[in-house]
């Protein structure tokens, strides 16, 4: 049984039967339709670019071909540990010999006045970016509240289709919880060379709208009042362990597993984004918000249910698109203490290696696609990496790097 029919659900179904389990699957989910991806949604969705059908992760025949269970727009609100049962909303009982939670995340709600206004939108579900871009067909004054990734790839797709747009980030710096200083600033940069207003260190205190309550203007700390008839926030999101909590299981900050994706109850598990486990990437536990690890989690999880034995953990990736910048991140680089550029910014091809201490955690890279893929093979051999005075030498390149033979 998989609670939540989101990217690491729909994933952990298909890897159970990938994997030759033959017992029933049953996918329940909150949502109407077939599990879709969310990528798109900040993306080309928003502009017309992607149709719904087009999000789909499988068509919807895989399900009914591979004996997987739907059961949409019915959430599960109760886990019976001792007895095995979930029940949903609807009042249906379903029982389960192992439970697998995927209930993914919810956008943080926007503390400010005025957040109730209409135009003022969140982004995480396909009815969510529905609105949005319905919104935007005809907004002249976008603003986002948060230079996180959802926020910047709003901005960068606003912008293409013609609105004027403005960012605001309470932080010093765009995207810092995921970016070292150097791609904050590039990005900062680039999203200026496009036309936004890009605004750091700065807060919206209220929104205000217009006699019918569509919003129209957002105050800004300092008196500052900037139009807006479209507000998209990307605050981030806080991961949906209620169900998990209510049922007793161990949770902070996302459903606490093992390295198995065992929770605290041997019969229950949870996959990708509300699930916060160890990571030999990383020290203490983690969670991560992307599309590598659902579909990690995924095939995990479905290994261990089998009784096989899981593969290795993957070094974690994510990516995202803004204008014609791909954006490719290899390793966990929080925490990092050094950094090294390698390529030409100006250029918009360049890659940030990231160090703690002498030792290469991650890269980010903008662009430069070889870079990523070397850093992930680098990272799984676990071979020393550049160390960072190789890697400010100008004209470093680390895919050869790679290729030269490096002791274990
Ligand atoms: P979700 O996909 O959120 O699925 C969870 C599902 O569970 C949802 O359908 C939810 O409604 C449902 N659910 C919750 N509670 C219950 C319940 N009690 N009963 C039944 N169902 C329940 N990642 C990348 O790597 N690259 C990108 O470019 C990228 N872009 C993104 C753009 C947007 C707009 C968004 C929102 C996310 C993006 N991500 C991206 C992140 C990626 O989509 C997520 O990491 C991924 O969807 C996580 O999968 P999940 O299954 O854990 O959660």
Redesign the pocket.
Known sequence: MI???????AETAAALRDRGFTGPVTL????PGPPY???P???DYLTGGVEPGGLALRPPSYYRDHGITLTGRD???EIDRDGQRLTLASGRELPYAALVL????RPRPLPVPGAGLAGVLA???LED?TAIRDRLADARDVLVIGGG??GL?VAATARRSGARVTVVEAGPRLMARAVSAPMSAFLAGHHREQGVRVLLGREVTALRGDAAGRCRVAELDGGERVPADLVVAGIGVLP?CS?AAAAGLAVGDGVLVDDRLRTSDRAVYA????ARFPSPYAPGRLR???????VEHARRVAAVLCGDTPPPAAVPW????QYALRLQIAGITQGHDRTAVAGDPAAGRFSVLCFRGERLVGTESVNRPADHMATRRLLESGAPGPAPADAERPGFDLKAFTRSPQPV
């Open positions: 609670v939540g029919a989101g990217q690491a659900g329940v989910g909150d949502e991806g969310r990528p949604l900040s993306k959430p599960a609100v995927a209930t993914g995340a982004l995480r579900s970016a990734f959802i790839e949906n169900l996959v990708g984004d509300c991560l918000e992307s599309v590598r690890n659902a994510f990516w995202s698109e």
